[in-house]
Every structure is written in C-alpha cells, then in structure tokens.
C-alpha cells in the first residue's frame, strides 16, 4: 500500500524559511518521483515543481524559482520541499504526489495528506 | 486564477448523475490529456479519471470522464452521500512546462 505522510503544521514570521517533507512508503522513489502542488485559502491548486524523470532534472514553476527547493533522499524514500522569503501570501496547504509518467499520460497517482503552512507576524 | 475553468459547485440527489465541466485552451487540454482528482473532506487527494477517460483500479465504473476539443467532463452517476467533497480537473501546459489544475468544483449531495 502506497503512503506518503508529510510534516505537521507551522507557523512562520513573514521573511523565514519552512522545510517540509514527504516520507513515501510503498514506492521506491529511485524509480518515481515527488512533486508539489499547493492550495491557498479559497484557490485551486497550484503546480510547484517536482523531480522531472524524462529529463533528469528537478523543475520549478516560473513563479517559484529562486525561493524555492526540491530535494529527494533515496535512503529514506522522502522528499523535501523548501520555501524561503515567505510571504503571507504563502499561505496555503502543501502537498506531495508521486508522479507517474505512463504511455497513457502522466499523472499524479497518490498523494500526501497536505501540510498546512501559515505565514503571519 | 486558475487556468482551467469549473463551475465552482455542483449537487444531485441520491441516485442522480452529475457532469462536471472543465474548460482550458490549446495549450492545455486542446493538445494534452486531462486527469481528474478526488478530494474529500479530512483526506488526500486521491486520482479519480487518468488519460480522459481510464478508471485506476478500485474507482467504480459509476465514475466517467470525457474530452472534446478544449472541453472536458466527469460524470458521475448513482451519486450517494460519500461522494461529497471537491472535484479537480488537470492538465500537462505547454507554457507552464508543468502540470495545471481547474478551480475544484463541490460536490454536494442533497
């Protein structure tokens, strides 16, 4: 059975850094990869990034490079996620996903149960 | 915003159907597939439609989902009260370079 179970909630000051992890039991994360997807306060969701396995390589939506970073430690099968200079508009619930690229499409085929991030003063 | 457009609620009756519609452009579902994402109240997101229309194993055939052009949609038939919470359609986009997500449209069952 596939699980992936994040980090609890924080509250942080506007300017600080969060680290959030993903720690993903039934898939080796040497074959697949995590991504980030983010939901603020009456918003849809929102693509953040993730381990691109086509290319080898970790891909930021536009709006988040610079700020923020993707990491994977394949000994522990988790993922990180890293978001520096925050604002109160970084408000919002974060989540992980497996990323699965198939011949049918790709899609993400499971997902963390979101890590609620609140930035206040 | 969210790029891919859905009506922002939708509700039926025990036993009835609902279609949800998602709304993109070109560089989104005009040329890429379109998943489809549960989320219901207290739980992850979970995947719902694959591919337009493919069901992961375990998502009952009461579950269906369909694309024409820039337009998709979930059908959902003999609703029943679990199937409350938020719907979500995706797309890959071509000026992202990433996925994207509709606005998430709430199921309420009557």
């Known amino acids: 059975q596939v699980q992936l179970v994040q980090s609890g909630a924080e509250v942080k000051k506007p300017g600080a850094s969060v680290k959030v992890s993903c720690k993903v039991s039934g898939y080796s994360l040497i074959e697949k990869s995590i991504h980030w997807v983010r939901q603020a306060p009456g918003e849809g969701l929102e693509w953040m990034g993730g381990?691109?396995?086509?290319?080898?390589?970790?891909k930021y939506a536009q709006k988040f490079q610079g700020r923020v970073t993707m990491t994977e430690d394949t000994s522990t099968n988790t993922g990180y996620m890293e978001v520096r200079g925050l604002r109160s508009d970084d408000t919002a619930v974060y989540y992980c996903?497996?990323?699965?690229?198939?011949?049918?499409?790709?899609?993400?085929?499971?997902w963390g149960q979101g890590t609620l991030i609140t930035v206040s003063s | 915003q969210s790029v891919l457009t859905q009506p922002p609620s939708a509700s039926g009756t025990p036993g009835q159907s609902v279609i949800i519609s998602c709304s993109g452009s070109s560089s989104n579902i005009g040329s890429q597939i379109v998943n489809w994402y549960q989320h219901l109240p207290g739980t992850a997101p979970t995947l719902l439609i694959y591919s337009n229309n493919l069901r992961p194993s375990g998502v009952p055939d009461r579950f269906s989902g369909s694309k024409s052009g820039t337009s998709a949609s979930l059908a959902i038939g003999g609703l029943r009260s679990d199937d409350e919470g938020k719907y979500f359609c995706?797309?890959?986009?071509?000026?992202?370079?990433?996925?994207?997500f509709g606005g998430g449209t709430k199921l309420t069952v009557l």
């Open positions: 996903a497996i990323d699965r690229i198939t011949i049918f499409g790709r899609y993400f085929d499971y």
């Open positions: 995706a797309s890959w986009d071509d000026n992202l370079n990433g996925p994207i």
């Open positions: 381990f691109d396995a086509e290319d080898g390589e970790t």
